[in-house]
């Protein structure tokens, strides 16, 4: 009697290895180079954090917000916010401004506002479906 070895194929992988040229090289075109993707790698670990992404929708909810104030809308200690503040500054997440001894803190662009706003509308798709 004959038996078959038949190889065993993950479901996420391919069943028919097929290559099409023109796909992966629009794809070659868009993807980022390692250099790009690292640095988007280290906004998205920047973003992942609870506290920081609290503070940065107490930003956008609110506009501009100083640190005590940051403080008590997300229930975190100033210094812990302080340190947050400093971390997303230097990564160009957030800007501030002085006024007297006062500094206020707000979202450094659009372009945060829009990361902020479809990250939280696609985990709210992704939870009710």
Known sequence: MKTSTSRV???DAC????????KVALAR????DAEEAGVLADLFKLLGEPKRT?????????????????????????????????LLR???VVDNRRSGRMV???????????????SREHTGHEVSS
């Open 9 to 11: 194929v993950p479901l």
């Open 15 to 22: 069943q028919v290895v097929t290559v099409h040229p023109d």
């Open 29 to 32: 075109q868009k993807v980022p």
């Open 54 to 86: 609290r503070i940065l929708y107490a930003l956008l909810e609110a506009g501009e917000l100083c640190v005590c104030d940051i403080a008590a809308a997300v229930d975190v200690p100033e210094a812990s916010v302080s340190q947050a503040l400093r």
């Open 90 to 92: 230097t990564a160009g």
């Open 104 to 118: 206020y803190y707000r979202l450094a662009d659009a372009h945060v506002r829009s990361l902020l706003d479809l």
